[in-house]
């Protein structure tokens, strides 16, 4: 869990960077997309670094791969949102697409009574 973590902090601090490069956040509403944008950098990094042990096993699943590479683009738009100061909560809602999707993975695999959420 010590990986993980270490990856989750080192996107939390470039995200904090980024973010910080253009400035404090004055008001309230960047000030909550900040906030966002480190927990959702914390979240993607860790998950990322989490899964890549499980690779070789579910490395033939389509649904893997879309998981893995829906992460990637979520830390993507974290960190460019980040780097243009961007407000919009739109962005960030955006960001969350792995979330929504593995929970819906999730739902597929409770009705078709499987133990293993990357079913195809």
Do not use: C, N, Q
């Amino acid at each position: 869990m010590i990986v993980p973590s270490l990856f989750g902090a080192l996107a939390v601090t470039t995200t904090a960077l980024l973010r910080l490069l253009k400035g404090k956040p004055k008001d309230s509403e960047e000030l909550e997309a900040f906030a966002l944008a480190l927990v959702l950098a914390f979240i993607d990094a860790f998950m990322l670094a989490y899964i890549v042990p499980f690779y070789p096993g579910f490395a033939s699943k389509l649904t893997f791969h879309v998981f893995v590479y829906t992460l990637l683009a979520s830390l993507t738009a974290v960190l460019y949102a980040s780097y243009r100061a961007l407000t919009d909560l739109k962005v960030y809602v955006v960001a969350m697409t792995p979330w929504f999707y593995i929970l819906l993975l999730i739902l597929f695999s409770r009705i078709l009574r499987s133990i293993v959420i990357f079913i195809w």
